[in-house]
């Protein structure tokens, strides 16, 4: 074994980026009447040797100037262009069947675009569905306000399946060089202008720019069973990693690499480390991977998500089938900065992971992702725990259909425990806490508090024979159970919950939910609303019925379904639910239907002490 350590009280620094020095105060280039800004020459840009989509500031990611504006102290949800017209985007009577329509071009509303300078280094960010689109400009034609792309787009351009196009903003564009702490770089001229914000000094500033892509990269070969094996990084940080365009990701930005990327690697491990100012995801495990630690490492300001761990499906070939991880008591936080669909920890086509005591936080999607196989086919994801993490502060209003924590598929002895998941705002549709989305199967969900989600604290869209018991589920604006397509087969237990709303029904049906079919076995669970409203348990359609689907109190819904005979209605006597402390009460009627204490004091990292 190999130990790549910081000596006693250091903390080095691997870093792939390039200083900037030499800055000089100048005009500023378009709009002089803004006075006085920063110019860097660089001749090696201007060779066409070097170029670079980031730039950190003093220890800060600075932002290329973007149209709209962020508005000051807003998350941004709000700003954005909507695109006027798209030739071939059937707006009305929208379905899934349409999603993969892309086209490479659109009509732009008066004012939203212009023949800029530099136009082909100009990006348009789509933001629809649950994914963004980064497209470059390949023309503009003012006269039809027409848009047109280097590629077409995966999806359609529509904003989701409701009657309206995608939502955009136009990255990179000089003349919008306007704000404080902005930047450009004029690839035709070598020359880097910035706009220096409040205090920042010419003489003292610190401004790095990456000049790589990837900081560390371990290469196995699993396919001639040669492994990278017994390595261990303890204590570094790894800094300035840029990004490029890379395939347009139909989910969790999964085409993106990591800046730190192991390929048939076994029993090595990334221990305390801090990885940031990046541009992809931060560490990637990736073919052939077996046996990694990756624990206690603070990983943050990233261009995509925080760590992507997976090999071969189950069609692939053995040898480069990916499991076994630890992945524990890291803090992932600040990520989709570039690549806003990018997820806190993406798990896919990988087994027997310890996904535990994290701190996952401020992504504009998913937190964790795990499984990804699309309905009911063959998976190797199985036997995964993913245990105690604080997941929260997600979507932010950018994107839809997402979860704290997402599953995609069968997934037998995948365990979803202890977990603390709160704030989850959607764009349009589906903010949910746990999400177990096509095909889910065999997992078990427990032990769980989930609260303050823009839909539901917890959704099933199609699953089979999952379990959902001894959670808490609060304070979801639209329901608190939703389960969106009935099958003729039992698609989840549940049992044993605390579930308490806000004038909002307890179960909501989606597209094609039948009560008739019995999908869901439910009972000895506590309802509460805590408007002081009456309950409704329910706002599920039955199959031959039409119109606004009827709401069941929970007498009304036990005659309809033959659930929840032991159920009650009752508060449930927490200690201050205003400010979600979920602690129960001594006296607590949760307790007379089997419901065990969630012990929350070891959610998210712990000291090293600790860590088992």
């Known amino acids: 074994p190999v130990t790549y350590a910081a000596y006693p009280?250091?903390?080095?620094?691997?870093?792939?980026?390039?200083?900037?020095?030499?800055?000089?105060?100048?005009?500023?280039?378009?709009?002089?009447?803004?006075?006085?800004?920063?110019?860097?020459?660089?001749?090696?840009?201007?060779?066409?040797?070097?170029?670079?989509?980031?730039?950190?500031?003093?220890?800060?990611?600075?932002?290329?100037?973007?149209?709209?504006?962020?508005?000051?102290?807003?998350?941004?949800?709000?700003?954005?262009?909507?695109?006027?017209?798209?030739?071939?985007?059937?707006?009305?009577?929208?379905?899934?069947?349409?999603?993969?329509?892309?086209?490479?071009?659109?009509?732009?509303?008066?004012?939203?675009?212009?023949?800029?300078?530099?136009?082909?280094?100009?990006?348009?960010?789509?933001?629809?569905?649950?994914?963004?689109?980064?497209?470059?400009?390949?023309?503009?034609?003012?006269?039809?306000?027409?848009?047109?792309?280097?590629?077409?787009?995966?999806?359609?351009?529509?904003?989701?399946?409701?009657?309206?196009?995608?939502?955009?903003y136009v990255d990179n564009v000089f003349e919008a060089l306007t704000e404080p702490g902005e930047w450009y770089l004029d690839r035709a001229t070598g020359r880097l202008y910035y706009m220096p914000l409040p205090g920042e000094r010419i003489e003292t500033v610190e401004a790095y720019a990456p000049a790589m892509e990837q900081l560390l990269k371990l290469d196995g070969d699993p396919d001639h069973g040669r492994h990278v094996e017994f390595l261990r990084f303890q204590g570094i940080t790894f800094e300035h990693a840029d990004w490029r365009e890379f395939d347009l990701s139909p989910q969790a930005a999964c085409h993106l690499p990591g800046a730190l990327a192991l390929t048939g690697a076994r029993c090595c491990a990334i221990e305390d480390c801090v990885v940031r100012h990046v541009g992809y995801y931060g560490i990637e495990l990736g073919d052939g991977c077996r046996g990694i630690r990756i624990v206690g490492n603070d990983i943050g300001d990233l261009g995509g998500g925080g760590i992507k761990l997976g090999g071969a499906d189950a069609g692939g070939p053995l040898c480069r089938r990916n499991g076994d991880h630890c992945i524990t008591d890291n803090h992932i936080h600040d990520g989709g900065k570039v690549f806003h669909s990018a997820v806190g920890i993406l798990a896919r086509h990988t087994f027997g992971n310890r996904i535990a005591h994290n701190h996952i936080h401020d992504f504009y999607y998913s937190g964790i992702s795990c499984g990804w196989v699309w309905g009911y086919a063959e998976s190797v994801s199985r036997d995964n725990r993913l245990e105690k993490n604080h997941i929260h502060d997600l979507g932010k209003g950018w994107l839809s259909d997402m979860g704290g924590i997402y599953t995609l598929g069968v997934q037998p002895g995948t365990v979803i425990r202890g977990n603390l998941i709160h704030d989850v705002e959607k764009a349009n549709y589906g903010g949910w806490a746990i999400y177990l989305d096509e095909g889910s199967a065999h997992i078990l969900v427990e032990d769980n508090v989930c609260y303050n989600t823009s839909s539901q604290p917890h959704h099933t869209h199609y699953g089979r024979e999952n379990i959902l018991r001894n959670n808490i589920w609060a304070f979801g604006r639209e329901g608190q159970v939703a389960l969106s397509r009935a099958e003729s087969h039992v698609s989840l237990t549940f049992e044993r919950n605390i579930v308490v709303t806000r004038d909002q029904p307890i179960f909501i049906g989606g597209y094609s939910n039948d009560l008739s079919k019995r999908s869901i076995i439910s009972d000895l669970n506590l309802f509460w609303d805590a408007s002081g409203s009456e309950v409704v348990l329910s706002s599920m359609r039955q199959s031959g019925r039409t119109g606004p689907a009827p709401k069941f109190n929970l007498s009304e819904w036990q005659a309809a379904t033959g659930n929840d005979r032991h159920s009650i209605v009752a508060d449930p006597g927490f200690k201050d639910a205003a400010n979600f402390d979920f602690t129960l009460a001594p006296d607590s009627p949760a307790w007379q239907l089997g419901f065990r204490p969630i012990d929350l004091s070891d959610v998210g990292p712990r000291p090293p002490e600790r860590r088992t």
């Open 9 to 168: 009280g250091e903390r080095p620094v691997l870093s792939g980026g390039r200083r900037i020095s030499d800055w000089q105060v100048v005009a500023h280039p378009i709009h002089p009447s803004l006075g006085k800004i920063w110019m860097a020459e660089l001749p090696d840009v201007a060779a066409g040797k070097w170029a670079f989509r980031q730039l950190f500031v003093n220890g800060e990611r600075r932002h290329r100037p973007r149209l709209p504006k962020i508005t000051p102290g807003a998350d941004g949800r709000d700003d954005f262009y909507r695109i006027a017209h798209v030739a071939n985007v059937r707006l009305e009577n929208a379905t899934i069947n349409d999603l993969f329509d892309g086209c490479d071009r659109f009509i732009a509303s008066p004012g939203q675009f212009d023949a800029w300078r530099n136009l082909g280094d100009v990006e348009v960010v789509l933001l629809h569905y649950w994914v963004e689109e980064r497209m470059a400009v390949a023309s503009y034609d003012p006269e039809a306000r027409e848009v047109v792309f280097t590629r077409p787009s995966v999806f359609a351009l529509r904003d989701d399946f409701t009657p309206r196009y995608a939502r955009y």
